[in-house]
């Protein structure tokens, strides 16, 4: 049998469970559902139990009930209905119902009521109550399945993320033979063949080079986004003395001075955390002026969260710029200028948005730039034994760490 | 990980060679802290965290411990011993560091688990590049074993 | 240092063999080098056994981890398990950084452990300082019999 349709006026099959104790109302009810257009299929139920029993079998598209049953009430069927999580519709037909029964009575959950001596309301009521239906079912259908598509592209988007980590990863070892190798013949037959294999075996070198800087890049992007996020109490300072350990090649040129104080303790994840100073603070060296680099490490208390700003005296950043150097792989130098892929700010931002946090650039073209940085002050809950204050800072003197090489 | 308080321990009762050894790691700009123990069971305290130590925690081990063999209270053969056979301590890399030239020494060290074993040079130039060698390779080339970067509360990390 | 330091590479990547022999030619040390590409065989060699009786004892076994047939873990295992053999100092040479790697080796027992750089200069001086050190600096046990 197939469902009920509110298609203008045409004739539609209907399934009316009528719960009604007279008989001669039940008859005019049904007589009035015909007139209206619909080919009726009822039955008609009058205690509390035959409404029940009429429910485990086939299921009706609409009930109408009275309000005044005998034993019962109309508003009953109604919870019996919502208590076996019935999504379907129920209009009162009654005699005389006060307007505050009445509103209770749709506050409660009947879809509309029809008074008796205004039957030939009925139908048109009948046939907005099942659009309403029909409206309702057709948002949860799409709801459940815009769920679907979202997880669908979640599960996709991490199986995306896993191919990139680990293509990164197994390209590393065929990547470094071919840039060793290629080296090792540039080293090994430079001036012994001809100027143009000179230049060619330069090229495969540069090439090779520059695709081991993109896969390592790609590898730190990926693994910035991977796995849990694992926070622990962890002491800023020695983060940014650890990250510049890693720093000491590439300042070599020029020395670099970086100076921070009082720097707190915070739940981050220390790896990360630890990648985002190194990204900074490399950058800020990289794109020195003609000075050498000073770099300036400071935090804050503002609003709840820790307020983090790395400030620079290089080249700086204008303003137009500000936003798309932390898109994946954009540049805004060509390669001859200063090296690199434009992964690195993306990294930070991916990080620090993952912590919780926001960041951002303000710099001034040719005096330099400050990024700042926000990241939640939060509780580190059981770990840490009493006395240790989370976003305590140590009264130290500052540090001044000098890179020179 | 992260860098400890300590990052050298060096084991050696000779104040002329401590001395020594000291002014050739500080020309190292990577090394900033070296604990010095006179004798093995200052160096036993130390590690364990225990005697005059028990103060210091787990989580401040050092990267690096260069061990004399000839040494007061505790020998360097039973420190090592007891260091390699304790699974807080074992992973640390120990550098015997010996004016010793006996065979049996050496393949005693190497058996106890010593990572690597130095005979002392005699001349004064040799030691001194001797050490700069340790320092250069152990902290630098060789890959530190891992340790804990957690905070432990206000005093120290 | 008595006697020209042998070296055992274990690797099973014939151009990291030749690239690490290729390091060390360029090292003021001189020395001699053995190679061997899978665990077993590395095993086999040092216990002189099979097609490796008459092989000389390494005085250093510089080892890969990532090794098909038995590897380079389990091949420690074995060496500083064995009374005799585990006198012999073992460096293991490896790209993986991973954690877990290096702390698993120093576990196992490795006398130390060195990344396998990405660049060919770095890769140089890496190995130029390996053998500065374990050829320049350290005492090796020497081997009786030869």
């Given at each position: 049998?197939?469902?009920a349709?509110a298609?203008g006026f ?26 209206g ?25 609409i ?26 519709p129920?209009i ?19 879809t509309d009521y029809v ?6 309301r009925l139908p048109v009521s009948i046939r907005r109550a099942l659009a309403e239906r029909r409206l309702h ?269 | ?157 | ?146």
């Amino acid at each position: 049998m197939k469902p009920a349709e509110a298609v203008g006026f045409s004739k539609i099959g209907l399934r009316v469970l009528l719960v009604e104790d007279t008989a001669a109302d039940a008859e005019l009810i049904l007589r009035e559902l015909r007139r209206g257009g619909f080919e009726v299929s009822g039955e008609v139920v009058q205690s509390p139990e035959q409404f029940r029993r009429r429910l485990c079998s086939d299921l009706p598209d609409i009930v109408l009930a009275d309000y005044n049953l005998g034993g019962w009430s109309g508003i009953e069927a109604l919870d019996i209905l919502q208590e076996q999580h019935l999504n379907i519709p129920l209009i009162l037909v009654s005699g005389a119902l006060g307007d505050v029964t009445a509103v209770e009575c749709i506050k409660r959950g009947a879809t509309d009521y029809v008074l008796k001596d205004n039957l030939a309301r009925l139908p048109v009521s009948i046939r907005r109550a099942l659009a309403e239906r029909r409206l309702h079912d057709d948002r949860r259908r799409a709801e459940e399945e815009l769920a679907r598509k979202a997880s669908e592209l979640e599960r996709s988007n991490m199986e995306l993320e896993q191919f990139a980590y680990v293509a990164s990863h197994d390209l590393q070892e065929p990547l470094r033979m071919v840039a060793a190798y290629t080296q090792l013949l540039a080293e090994r037959y430079h001036g012994k063949l001809d100027a143009q294999a000179d230049k060619y075996i330069h090229y495969a070198v540069v090439g090779a080079q520059r695709m081991q800087t993109l896969i390592q890049d790609l590898l730190a992007f990926s693994r910035a986004g991977r796995g849990g996020l694992d926070l622990e109490a962890t002491d800023c300072n020695l983060l940014v003395k650890d990250a510049m350990q890693n720093l000491i090649l590439a300042a070599r040129e020029g020395g670099a001075i970086v100076k921070y104080r009082d720097l707190p303790v915070v739940m981050v994840n220390p790896a990360q955390l630890r990648q985002v100073f190194q990204n900074l603070i490399g950058n800020a060296i990289k794109f020195r002026g003609s000075k050498p680099s000073v770099v300036q490490i400071t935090a804050e208390r503002a609003n709840g969260d820790w307020l983090f700003a790395v400030s620079d005296n290089g080249i700086g950043i204008a303003p137009e710029h500000a936003e798309s150097i932390f898109v994946v792989f954009q540049r805004l130098h060509t390669r001859t200028e200063y090296a690199g892929n434009g992964i690195g700010l993306s990294i930070c931002k991916k990080i620090i948005e993952r912590h919780g946090g926001r960041i951002w650039l303000e710099s001034v073209e040719g005096q330099g730039s400050t990024f700042k940085f926000t990241l939640p002050a939060k509780e580190p809950g059981a770990a840490l034994p009493a006395g240790t204050e989370i976003g305590s800072r140590r009264p130290d003197e500052e540090h001044t760490r000098s890179l020179v090489g | 990980m992260t860098a400890s308080d300590y990052e050298i321990l060096l084991v050696d009762d000779s104040q002329e060679d401590v001395d020594l050894t000291l002014h050739a790691l500080r020309r190292e700009k990577v090394i900033n802290h070296v604990q010095v123990a006179r004798d093995g069971e200052e160096a036993i305290d130390f590690l364990f965290c225990q005697g005059p130590f028990a103060g210091r925690s787990f989580d401040q081990l050092p990267r690096l411990i260069l061990l004399d063999l000839k040494l007061p209270k505790i020998d360097g053969i039973e420190v090592l011993r007891r260091i390699k056979s304790d699974e807080r301590t074992r992973v640390i890399p120990v550098v015997i560091l010996t004016s010793s030239r006996e065979e049996r020494d050496l393949i005693k060290g190497y058996d106890f688990g010593a990572n690597s074993y130095i005979q002392k040079p005699v001349d004064f130039n040799q030691f001194r590049e001797t050490v700069q060698r340790i320092g250069l390779y152990w902290m630098l080339t060789n890959q530190q074993p891992v340790f804990s970067t957690r905070v432990k509360g206000q005093g120290g990390v | 240092m008595k006697n020209t330091p042998e070296v055992l590479l274990v690797d099973d990547n014939p151009a990291d063999i030749d690239l690490t022999s290729d390091a060390l030619a360029r090292t003021r040390f001189p020395h001699r080098i053995s190679s061997v590409a899978d665990g077993a065989e590395a095993v086999a060699f040092l216990r002189r056994e099979g097609k490796h009786t008459s092989a000389q004892r390494p005085d250093l076994v510089i080892l890969d981890l990532n090794l098909p047939r038995m590897d380079g873990r389990a091949v420690l295992a074995e060496v500083k398990a064995d009374p005799i053999l585990r006198r012999t100092p073992v460096v293991i040479f490896s790209t993986s950084q991973a954690l877990p790697d290096v702390g698993r080796s120093y576990e196992l027992g490795a006398n130390s452990y060195v990344c396998k750089p990405g660049n060919l200069q770095d890769f140089i001086s890496v190995v130029q300082s390996i053998s500065e050190f374990w050829f320049g600096c350290a005492a090796l046990p020497q081997w009786e019999d030869s």
